[in-house]
């Protein structure tokens, strides 16, 4: 009989999560405006808010920490980092910042002025939040499959070439400063982008004269995929394969919060030496001297250990499993769900969850709610309410996917976690034709809204 998959870990701290009762929870709702951003983590049992900077470390991550040199300028923790990303991207300059979207905000003070236009794959919300915030327009270019919840596309995250040919003819190029390729791609569920598609991106924008950027936050997870579902990649190591995406780039952006394995951190690594030069001083006006930005040096030292982790089958195997597993388990139980199983996270379409809500009164945010209320579970609304407004009609962007993220943190939770998730959706799903009204905003921010906007019942 073939052995059964298991982790190649074992754990060696152990933190407590509490339980508590409805009633509890939904006093704590109101207090918090109907914003799940707004709950105390002790009010939540377990908590899929996102994948982002809440991971665990490992034992030589640890180690790593004790080793940081803190140093103002030229650390050897930052040598360390940066050998290790030129290793791993082969990208030659390296500026750390503390987590990925300060590395947008240096590197899109360069490359992003008024007017300016960025097509890609579907941008997430810091990321159309910095290009917007300088009145600059993201443009997606996402293949049509990937809004469809029940198809299989392997790699629902890739570009349609000939909407990104349309925006390079029509757009003139001073007025395109890159095409930004988001590696896994968050907004549309966690989806991949395969080797084939980023190799035609990159010749197609060199057929323009576009660079080509990575958002790369998640780049292991993609590669991972790639492996598994590309063919002629399944003999192939994770590191070859992310050395070769990352050749089809010019330079990428990184929120080491995910596929670093670190709590904080980001950076920026390039092959141009003007870039480079440019970058350098927005950060040392917004982040820090060049060879820390943001970053301690023990921090530094734990994301180069990370790196090499993330970048490693028996590890990405292990992750992307158990994120499968409890997916699995929701189809089973005829849930809605982004299909193919993302990398991060597992994505249910709220609009056929909750077909009674209207789209006025975010039915996602109405499915967080109710399954936070139901077992003290925390998700995230990745709909209308992250898709903000449009900036000059300032009116509601409905966006083709309604979405309710379960974003599972690396190495934290078991699967006696996953059934329980997975129970509590189901206990929601059967009452969900009681389900009838949702919520209005009572008051939000100019931008990025989600992150604190104030709600009350409909
Ligand atoms: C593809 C991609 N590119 C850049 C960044 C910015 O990186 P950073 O500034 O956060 O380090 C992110 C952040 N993603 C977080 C944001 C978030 C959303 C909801 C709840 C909590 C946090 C998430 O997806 O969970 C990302 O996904």
Redesign the pocket.
């Known amino acids: 009989m073939n052995l059964p998959y298991a982790e190649p870990f074992r754990i060696k701290m152990v933190e407590e999560i509490y339980q508590s009762t409805r009633a509890e929870r939904e006093q704590w709702l109101k207090e918090a405006n109907y914003n799940l951003f707004n709950l105390k983590s002790s009010h939540v049992y377990i908590d899929l808010?996102?994948?982002?900077g809440t991971g665990a470390m490992s034992d030589r991550q640890w180690a790593a920490l004790m080793t940081g040199d803190e140093s103002y300028a030229g650390s050897r923790s930052f040598e360390q980092l940066q050998n290790t990303v030129e290793r791993i991207t082969g990208f030659k300059y390296l500026l750390p910042t503390h987590?990925?979207?300060?590395a947008?905000n240096v590197l899109f003070s360069v490359l992003v002025k008024e007017g300016d236009v960025v097509p890609g794959n579907s941008h997430?919300?810091?990321?159309k939040g910095h290009i917007e915030f300088r009145k600059a327009h993201a443009i997606d270019c996402t293949i049509d499959e990937a809004f469809d919840i029940n198809d299989l596309h392997p790699f629902k995250g890739n570009i349609n070439l000939e909407k990104l040919e349309a925006v390079y003819k029509n757009h003139p190029k001073e007025s395109i400063p890159f095409c930004l390729i988001?590696i896994t791609c968050?907004s549309s569920g966690g989806q991949p982008v395969s080797l084939e598609n980023m190799k035609a991106v990159k010749a197609l924008s060199d057929q323009y004269g576009i660079p080509v950027f990575f958002?790369s936050?998640r780049f292991a997870e993609n590669a991972y995929f790639i492996k598994k579902r590309e063919q002629g990649q399944e003999n192939r190591s994770i590191k070859e394969i992310c050395k070769e995406i990352f050749s089809y780039g010019d330079g990428m952006t990184m929120?080491s919060?995910k596929d670093g394995l670190v709590n904080i951190g980001?950076f920026i690594a390039l092959n141009s030496e003007e870039i480079f030069r440019k970058a350098s001083n927005f950060t040392i006006i917004y982040e820090g001297f060049i060879t820390y930005g943001g970053m301690a040096g023990r921090d530094m030292a734990a994301l180069a250990v990370g790196l090499d982790e993330a970048t490693e089958f028996a590890y990405l195997e292990s992750r992307i499993s158990q994120v499968e597993y409890l997916g699995n388990k929701l189809i089973e139980y005829g849930i809605p769900v982004q299909k193919p199983i993302g990398g991060h996270a597992v994505f249910i379409d709220s609009l056929n969850f909750l077909p009674n809500v209207s789209r006025e009164e975010y039915p996602a945010q109405t499915l967080g709610l109710e399954i936070y209320k139901e077992a003290g579970i925390r998700t995230?609304e990745i709909g209308t309410l992250l898709a903000d407004r449009d900036p000059e009609t300032r009116q509601n962007r409905y966006p083709k996917l309604e979405l309710v993220r379960l974003?599972i943190p690396r190495r934290t939770y078991t699967n006696n976690h996953m059934d329980y998730i997975a129970t509590a959706i189901k206990n929601v799903y059967e009452r969900r034709e009681e389900i009838a009204k949702g919520y209005k905003i009572t008051w939000e921010p100019e931008i990025l809204r989600h992150f604190t906007v104030q709600l009350e019942k409909a």
């Open positions: 808010l996102t994948d982002s987590q990925g979207r300060a947008e997430f919300d810091t990321t988001t968050n958002d936050a929120s919060k980001g995230v974003a």
